[in-house]
Each structure stands twice: as structure tokens, then as C-alpha cells.
């Protein structure tokens, strides 16, 4: 089977590709990536105009299967992730039974061969169901195909057992994805602490709950000497705290994800529930700090924390609201049309943040369009301007406050594994 993508603007930072340039696929790898490159049969795909990317690579998400498939499945979960450029995803373990053990691992494996659109790898549990007790078998999940460990949605509130799981996560060479949140300082906040909150009579949650455990996990690495990840970082203070320990040589990455440098938390006023999300949306200071994080290089990644949810769960008072919303379909055009249209980003730089380094936490070889390598691919319109409609969403969940926005950016081609699985943006 010969897929030719002809004539595309390719990026590729890993490999220093940045041209005008043809790319030959057979049986689904790479071959050859050059000018005027033909072939007698095959699928010929003409991508003038446009950018041809490493398919994005996502090291934070959820796909709710097992346990809560009326918010989404694996099946469904995919093709949105396939519909918004996503070609290989990372999906947290706080499913019902959640990932702690090799049974299930091998469930969503499986799962995804026969159900999904793109490349599923599992995250496993740090301790046993998420109960931040006892640490989950952490050799078996590796084993099992877990690409690394997290008990995101619960924070791991003993040090003691966050410097344990350091210490056996290097024994077996698998990332540790700390979620940072000191629940005694969130103290049941439902949306930032400050001018918003106290305007709408709502409980906040202080940006210290945040920095503190990314202080604590920080001082864990550096003392353990292994790396950590932190997830969805959000405060001013957080990122210059990981600025500071990467400085003195701290082995520690972190993420971020769009709603973090394109909302505040004015976005929650009038109680709107699709902008209630965890940790939570903060103020203009902090979006400011993590669109700079993001350009010099402090934030390593940005991650989507897809987190679907049925309306139910969203169309209640805001106290009772579930936290999250679905971002495969956005993450891109958000990325483009905030970081890369205002010059805060290249394209090439946002390709190492959604790409590249992704796949690096993950231990996967994803990320790239190098030769001999699976034909994960994304090829993309960087100038065509949309109207974001969550009725067109692929996912189960329609949970996005993006609804309306204008976004440059649209994903005209998802290629897995040299499979168009989207083709002139219709889902196949």
C-alpha cells in the first residue's frame, strides 16, 4: 500500500525539516521524504498549501472505559482525538475499575486494536485505586503496556508514598505524572480564589493549593534524583518554580493545556458550568505566565485533560458540577490561533510541544515524521478560520466553552500508521 503526500509545507523539528517537500508511505512507514517524488499507483494526497505535521501526540486525557462509557468509550473517544490531529494518546487511569493492574492495562490495549481510531497507551495508577494508600504494582502496569504512572484527579497526598513511587518508577524506567494539589488548602474550592469567586458568593481554591505540591514534588525529584512530570500546570508561582528547579538541574517537566492560556476564570461568571475544570481557570497574570513558560521553554508540553462528561453532570448548579471538558477537537486551533498567530510560538516550536516531547515523557517512538517510521501524520490548513460547533464534536460529551469561538486552524488529514483516518475533514 503507497500513500504520496505531495507538495506540502513539512515541520518536523526533531529531524530539522522545514520545506516544501513530498513524503512516500509504504505499508505504513516512511520511506522517503523529498522533492518530486512519484509513483506509478497509489494514494496520491495533495497537500499544497497546507502543513504536514507528525500526527500530535497527547500525553493527557480520558477516555472513561472501563466504567463510565455513557460520558465516552474508546471507540468514540479516538475518533474525536483522530478528528482534531491527534494520531497517538495517553489516557489516565481513573476509570471504574481503575488502572492498577495488568488486566486492565490489557483491557484498553485490546480495546483499542479492535475499537480505536488512533495509537491508545494506558497510564496506570500509582497506588491502588487511586486510594493514595499502597502502590500499585508498578513492574506489572510497565509490563502490561503502561506507558507511565499517575493518579490524576486524586493527588497523592503522602510524600512518603510519592517518594516510594519515584524510587520504583526509575527502577523500571516509567514517567511519573503527578497531579499538584494540596486538597487541605482547596479545602472543597470549586474555581479560582480571588475577584471572580467572591463576585459570584462561590468557594475558591487558592493558587497555593497548586504550588505547594509542585513545591513538594520538585524537592522530591531533586532529592531522589528521578524525574517527574507535573500535569496541567496553571499559577504564575508554579511555573516559576519549575523554571527555578530546572535552572539548578531538577530533572522535572511539566504541561499545560489550552484552556490554561486562552481563559480566565471571568470565563465561570453567569455560573457557567463548562468552564469549571480542575485545577482551575486563574486570572490574567497567570495566562500571561504560562504563555511565557510555554515560549521560553519552562513548559515542556501541551497536553488536551479531555475530559468528558454527560450534560447531566455539567447542567447543575455550579457547585455540584462535574470538573472538565473535552479538548481533542480544539487543542490545535486554540494553539495556533493564541500561540502561534500572536508570535508567541513557531509552528515548528508548538510541533515539540505537541509532538515531540510528548512522545519523549511516554517513551514511545511517536512525535516524528523521521524515515522508517510509522506513518502518523497530520496535515493541516494553518490560515482556514471556523466557527467552533459542539453539535460537530465526535465525542460522546459536548462539554466545551468553546462553543462560537472563531479559530484558525483546521485538520484537513489525520494519517495512522499510513490509514487516512480522516480525509478532507470527514472522519472515514
Known amino acids: 500500500m503507497r500513500v504520496l503526500i505531495k507538495g506540502g509545507h513539512v515541520i518536523d523539528p526533531k529531524t530539522n525539516t522545514n520545506g516544501i517537500m513530498d513524503i512516500l508511505v509504504e505499508d505504513g512507514i516512511i520511506t522517503e521524504i523529498g522533492k518530486d517524488i512519484e509513483i506509478p499507483n497509489g494514494d496520491i494526497i495533495y497537500a499544497e498549501g497546507k502543513m504536514v505535521l507528525p500526527g500530535l501526540v497527547d500525553a493527557h486525557c480520558h477516555l472513561r472505559d472501563p466504567g463510565f462509557e455513557y460520558k465516552e468509550d474508546i471507540e468514540t473517544g479516538t475518533m474525536s482525538a483522530a478528528m482534531g490531529g491527534f494520531t497517538s494518546i495517553a489516557c489516565m487511569p481513573n476509570t471504574d475499575p481503575v488502572c492498577d493492574n495488568e488486566a486492565i492495562v490489557k483491557y484498553i490495549i485490546n480495546k483499542a486494536k479492535q475499537d480505536g481510531f488512533v495509537n491508545v497507551y494506558p497510564i496506570g495508577a500509582i497506588s491502588k485505586g487511586q486510594k493514595g494508600e499502597e502502590l500499585s504494582e508498578i513492574g506489572e502496569l510497565k509490563f502490561a503496556g503502561a506507558v507511565a504512572i499517575s493518579d490524576d484527579g486524586k493527588p497523592l497526598k503522602s ?184 508570535g508567541h510560538l513557531t509552528i515548528s516550536q508548538l510541533v515539540e510541544k505537541m509532538c515531540v516531547n510528548p512522545s519523549k515523557l511516554l517513551g514511545i517512538n511517536k512525535g516524528t515524521l523521521e524515515i522508517g517510521r510509522s506513518a502518523d501524520i497530520t496535515i493541516i490548513d494553518i490560515n482556514e478560520e471556523f466557527v467552533v460547533d459542539i453539535n460537530n464534536f465526535k465525542s460522546k460529551s459536548k462539554n466545551s466553552p468553546f462553543n462560537g469561538f472563531k479559530l484558525n486552524g483546521s485538520v484537513y488529514y489525520t494519517l495512522v500508521n499510513g490509514n487516512a483516518i480522516v480525509r478532507e475533514k470527514i472522519l472515514l
Open 159 to 342: 510524600s512518603s508514598l510519592m517518594k516510594k513511587a519515584l524510587e520504583y518508577s526509575s527502577m523500571f524506567d516509567i514517567a511519573v505524572i503527578s497531579h499538584c494539589e494540596e486538597m487541605d488548602i482547596a479545602d472543597g474550592g470549586v474555581m479560582n480564589e480571588g475577584y471572580w469567586s467572591t463576585i459570584m458568593g462561590l468557594k475558591g481554591i487558592p493558587s497555593a493549593a497548586e504550588e505547594i505540591m509542585v513545591a513538594r514534588d520538585i524537592i522530591l525529584s531533586e532529592y531522589t534524583k528521578v524525574p517527574v512530570h507535573i500535569a496541567h500546570v496553571s499559577t504564575e508561582l508554579s511555573i516559576d518554580l519549575i523554571r527555578h528547579a530546572k535552572k539548578r538541574g531538577v530533572k522535572v517537566t511539566c504541561e499545560t493545556c489550552p484552556h490554561y492560556f486562552v481563559l480566565t476564570d471571568e470565563a465561570c461568571s453567569g455560573f457557567n458550568t463548562l468552564a469549571k475544570v480542575n485545577p482551575p481557570l486563574r486570572t490574567k497574570k497567570d495566562v500571561e505566565a504560562v504563555i511565557e513558560g510555554l515560549k521560553d521553554g519552562t513548559i515542556d508540553m501541551i497536553a488536551t485533560d479531555h475530559a468528558p462528561h454527560h450534560n447531566d453532570e455539567k447542567n447543575v448548579e455550579f457547585n455540584l458540577a462535574a470538573n472538565g471538558m473535552v479538548g481533542f477537537e480544539t487543542a490545535l486551533p486554540l494553539a495556533i490561533t493564541y500561540l502561534v498567530k500572536p
